[in-house]
């Protein structure tokens, strides 16, 4: 049995024994973390939210503190928040407009009149009228404030910004994270588009639908393609399923103008997006208005649609200063590749498929592309560069350390080995004045993990990829992911979860997996870690020393290989 099965089988007997005897199990190194990370909820509302109306009588903060309860009732469109309102606002507020999440209790202040107030709110999040959240920084306070009038001689409030408050206990309950799937600009790949959504189950697959035919978060615009064109809508607010069977009544000439082709791939990206997020969907049908419509014969021979893009078991690293394959604990020579320690390598990447190599020089200056059988090419030039990062299309990518904002992207070219490959260099506005530390794309070629400092702070952020046909010109504003470890190195682990660390040379560092669908989880930490490899799923992470690999084993850590650096899975 290979090291790799014995490790997968002695994870899974110790989550069985865990289970079956409420134990702790002792790591083999490193202090006890956090479990490991869940799959984010995509549960249907079943509490029952009851929301009381004002009393007569009620006073200013009791008006206030009473409209703030009845953000839970997001069931019935705020019915009882709304009778809190005054009556030239109560039809005009769009609670939509954004959800406030807050950490802790609250109390209402006045501003120094008997019909002005304020909250000054510990903010956990906030999400928009898109669905799209976004994590508060630690300490963020948020104010809200809110005028009163008498209307019949009771108090009701005459202004306040649109949007409601929800403790954060209340908004685990009410929202689930939903996944919508857009294209890659080939539309080979799909890309997932978290959104932050409420509702009844009755009313999911409808809010979903709605969300995917506004088209993607303003991060991916310009780097994902949607099948859907602009405009479409649903004709009725209701997306019925009955049988298995999704179906959908769009705006009818949008549909009946497109080609077959685009038909077959809107019902394709449809069908992914449902079947990810509703276990009640088989199947979608599309109709104009209330026609049905041509979906043509569907066509055979053509590539699946690569979901959550799983990288290849074989790892590249480097042992006794040349580039090496490391799988299962073994190293073995790469076939036909020349010696390259006359450069000192570090940080090898490869490509997912292709027999196609990239790493640094010992000072990060210089960035090669190598093919076996085939001389070197200089990808790229600048000061403390990235480790490179492949995309599914074998554009290799880098980043300069120098707060200049750089990011180098080159397509090594076999035709011209021992030549300069092509290199695309983007000045990326909001990256300049910030020190990048790691830039890795994601294994659908549409997005890059970013993490960047400005003094001694770090960022861990997410941009979209823009091209011009297949050429990069320049990445997208970012999203922000909170992280609690300062991270300078970050990895895929799946289409939506990373891993990120802070490296020491001697000290503790713990592994944290971010997910846009779920809260950060923090893996036991490991002393002298300075480099971190992701495959698959959290039984494929490598922690790595300045000579061991070892791979996690529970919620610990055990020697895997010796005498192996930089160790990296594709791209």
């Avoid at 099965?5 to 289970?19: G, I, K, M, Q, T």
């Avoid at 109560?90 to 501003?111: H, I, M, N, P, Q």
């Avoid at 104009?288 to 649609?305: F, V």
């Amino acid at each position: 049995m290979s090291i790799r099965s014995l490790l997968r089988l002695l994870a899974a007997v110790v989550a069985v024994l865990l289970c079956a005897a409420g134990c702790a199990v002792i790591p083999s190194s490193g202090a006890v973390g956090k479990s490991d990370p869940v799959a984010g909820r995509s549960n249907p509302i079943n509490i029952d939210f009851r929301q009381n109306a004002p009393v007569q009588g009620a006073s200013p903060t009791s008006i206030i503190e009473g409209f703030i309860a009845a953000g839970t009732g997001v069931t019935d469109d705020f019915q009882v928040a709304r009778q809190y309102l005054a009556h030239k606002i109560s039809g005009t507020w769009r609670a939509d407009a954004r959800t406030l999440v807050y950490k802790e209790t609250f109390k209402v202040v006045s501003t120094g009149t008997d019909s002005d107030f304020k909250i000054d709110f510990s903010t956990e999040s906030m999400v928009d009228a898109n669905g799209i959240l976004t994590p508060a920084e630690a300490g963020a306070v948020e104010t809200v404030k809110f005028g009163l009038v008498k209307e019949d001689g009771e108090w009701r409030i005459s202004s306040v910004p649109d949007g409601i408050m929800l403790q954060s206990a209340n908004f685990a309950t009410l929202y689930s994270p939903y996944s919508l799937y857009f294209y890659d600009p080939s539309f080979a790949y799909a890309v997932p588009d978290i959104r932050w959504l409420a509702g009844k189950a009755t009313t999911r697959a409808t809010s979903i639908v709605r969300a995917m035919l506004d088209g993607p978060a303003p991060y991916l615009k310009g780097a994902v393609a949607s099948a859907f064109p602009d405009g479409i809508r649903l004709v009725r607010d209701s997306v019925p399923i009955n049988n298995g069977v999704a179906q959908l009544d769009l705006t009818a000439q949008p549909l009946l103008d497109a080609t077959v082709k685009a038909r077959q791939q809107m019902q394709a990206q449809l069908l992914l997006t449902l079947q990810r997020n509703l276990n009640t969907v088989t199947s979608v049908t599309l109709r104009a208005d209330t026609r049905e419509i041509d979906l043509g014969p569907q066509e055979s021979g053509q590539p699946a649609l690569v979901v959550n893009h799983q990288v290849p078991h074989t790892q590249v690293g480097i042992s006794k200063g040349e580039l090496v394959h490391f799988d299962n604990g073994q190293t073995t020579a790469i076939v036909g590749l020349a010696s390259m320690a006359k450069y000192g390598p570090s940080h090898p990447a490869q490509s997912y498929i292709k027999p196609l190599y990239a790493f640094l020089n010992a000072d990060h200056s210089q960035l090669f592309s190598v093919v076996p059988g085939q001389l070197e090419e200089a990808g790229a030039t600048g000061p403390n560069l990235t480790a490179p990062s492949f995309s599914p299309q074998d554009w290799v990518w880098t980043a300069a350390g120098d707060g200049g904002g750089q990011v180098i992207a080159f397509h090594p070219d076999g035709s011209k080995a021992g030549q300069p490959a092509a290199a695309v260099v983007l000045s990326v506005q909001w990256l300049t004045g910030r020190t990048v530390t790691s830039f890795r794309v994601s294994r659908d070629g549409s997005r890059a993990l970013v993490i960047s400092e400005q003094n001694g702070v770090s960022s861990v952020q997410i941009t979209g990829i823009l091209r011009a046909g297949d050429v990069p010109k320049d990445l997208t504003p970012p999203i922000t992911v909170v992280s609690s470890v300062n991270p300078s190195f970050g990895a895929w682990v799946s289409e939506t979860s990373m891993a990120v660390m802070r490296p020491s040379a001697t000290g503790p560092v713990a592994v944290e997996i971010l997910d846009l669908k779920s809260d950060p989880q923090q893996l036991a930490p490991m002393d002298g870690m300075r480099w971190l490899s992701a495959g698959n799923s959290w039984l494929d992470l490598y922690a790595q020393t300045d000579k061991d690999i070892y791979a996690r084993l529970g919620n610990g850590w055990v020697v895997q290989a010796k005498d192996v650096t930089d160790a990296s899975f594709a791209g």
